[in-house]
């Protein structure tokens, strides 16, 4: 294969090494992420509390009792799973694809490929999700808090994760197949990723082989599996599930907490910005730079949704009051947040489709060999990643809401709340703090501890890619902008 020849199917630079700690590390992460969405739920439960008893007193645990107490499946592990589960989630996402194809959309332009070329991309998650929540609203006016969606959702919790992880399994399996058919010269601009062909199965499954796998469908037609996948049934799942827990809050205490509605708006906002702002993707690292294979299938349909939501699934079962003073707090830490990160990328945004465009001109820069240009100024001077300061700032909101969080729940049932503009709601078991009180913040807050862990290992990548990009202009570029996310602290 000549130079020219290979040029046309891999990246310039191939040679990435391994990352996550190599084919050990990637297969381990497969098989412990799914495990730890299994223990959340369980470990964090309406039946006996979150964390479950047992876990606080662990001399006295045993198998049986922590069954009893996680409300483990009588038929055992086989009932993880459901086929009815699985053709209504495959439904959900059939539904994404048709909206995906009959809605209008706007047709942008992917950045330059390393073989060369341009991929095109239809967008228009935003107008997808309004329809698809739109119907979920009419349908719950209709028919209140017993609107089959919502209970179909809550009762089936567990199998729809188990739904989930088989889907971004296969499709993992699917795309690193189809990656082999990847060939020189081929007109449908395919190519692999720069750190997705080590030559290692397991590692390459992971990372993802191909850049932008797309898939020819009957009555669909091309679709790109990376950028549907990015946005469209994990986030507008996230969503959803979230207002599963509302409603299942006013059915078990016939009124919403403000907290749990603080949280879903936050959580909402940053959805319904990432679809608004969908061709925003086209310029991030998921897109650019990795392969898709198991770790964003995984991410995007399993981690995101299921784990993002975790703050609000504890609030459907443990109301917390925040008053105006607590509101206050949160929305100050959420504005923030949102205001560094929504400001750098559309700074960053503008600079790179016109460097001329009269928001960003005054911004100074500086060219690099290969001809790109780095930002020196604004809030990109202050540091590499200051997007990523704003990410975490906002995390904060999601958690802060739950409070010192923790509770039991006593199996000695407390009088119905009353009313409610769909009627009124069930009888409940009494749930108080008692020692549980702290404990469950392993959960409730365990979002800003991963993201901070997933944004520092991130920047790390990007450092290296771009290094491997810029050669020498990065280390004079890092000397101007020395600062990675926070500035002053690292």
Known sequence: MSKSERKSVLPAEPTHGYEFGGPIGVLATSLGLPLVCYLATFLCNDVSGCPVPSTLHPRSLTLGKLKEETGWPEVGIIGLYSTRVTVYVLGYYLSSLVLQTVLPGTEIEGVELASGGKLKYKFNAFSSALVILGGAAIGTVLQGPDFPLWTFIWANYVQIITTNIFIAFSLACFVYYRSFAVKTGNPEKRELAAGGHSGNLVYDWFIGRELNPRVDLPLFGSIDVKTFCELRPGMLGWILLDLTYIVHQYKLYGFVSDSIILITAFQALYVFDALYMEPAMLTTMDITTDGFGFMLAFGDLVWLPFT??????????????????G???????????????????NEKNRFRNNPKDPKIAHLKYMDTKSGGKLLISGWWGTARHINYLGDWIGSWSYCLPTGIAGYMVSKRAANPADGGIFGGTPSRPEIYQGEARGWGMAITYFYVLYFAILLIHREMRDDKKCKRKYGKDWEEYKKKVPWRILPGVY
């Open 308 to 325: 993002y939501s975790w703050q609000a699934r504890y609030l459907a079962v443990y109301p917390v009051d925040l008053g105006l003073l």
């Open 327 to 345: 509101i206050a707090g949160v929305l100050a830490v959420q504005g923030l947040g949102y205001y560094i990160f929504r400001s750098s990328n």
